[in-house]
């Protein structure tokens, strides 16, 4: 009787934890490019040589680019909810501390010149796994990059997402 009984608990604890698992109740729709974003009203094309790009929409309101680059594997993904992006980059909301507020040390190490970079709200954070995500916002939608690869030599995922912005400013005037 015990051993049902624990075996009862113990499966009644796995179903309460998988009901409570965010990333199972996504609605994952791949499509073929990035012109199928357009119903969300924004873009995020994989970069210039990128490898092994895959598209997708999440919930219907996230655009999702999975893609190699520079031998590391990245998530780049664009909602106009930020809260939206937080989940879906495992990054916990309630922490409010940044890895790094000063972008434009990162600019000046990269020798990049972006206009208006205070604007875009910029910022780094560590995922629940450990992880490097940048988030930034260019005229209300909301832009994230995360990199899934353990070697990101040192600017590697910076200087990707400020390419991406520069990309972004370029095709918006």
């Keep these: 009787m015990k051993l049902i009984k624990i075996i009862l608990l113990t499966l009644s604890i796995f179903i309460l934890i998988s009901c409570f698992n965010d990333k199972s109740n996504l ?20 970069p210039e040589n990128a490898l092994n790009s895959k598209y997708a929409i999440i919930n219907k309101t996230i655009a999702e680019v999975n893609f190699d680059y520079a031998n590391n594997n990245y998530y780049y993904r664009a909602s106009k909810k930020l809260n939206d992006l937080f989940k879906l980059n495992n990054i916990n909301i309630s922490n409010k501390e940044n890895i790094s507020n000063n972008i434009n040390a990162i600019i000046e190490e990269l020798d990049f010149i972006i206009e208006d970079i205070e604007s875009m709200n910029i910022i780094i954070k560590k995922n629940s796994d450990n992880k490097k995500v940048i988030l930034w916002n260019i005229e209300n939608i909301n832009y994230s990059l995360l990199s899934t690869s353990a070697k990101n030599n040192n600017f590697d995922i910076e200087k990707l997402a400020l390419t991406l912005i520069k990309n972004k400013l370029n095709t918006n005037n």
Excluded: E, H, I, Q
């Excluded at 073929?32 to 969300?40: A, E, I, Q, T």
């Design 27 to 46: 609605d994952y729709v791949p499509v073929d490019s990035p012109k199928s974003f357009k119903v969300l009203g924004f873009c995020t094309p994989a």
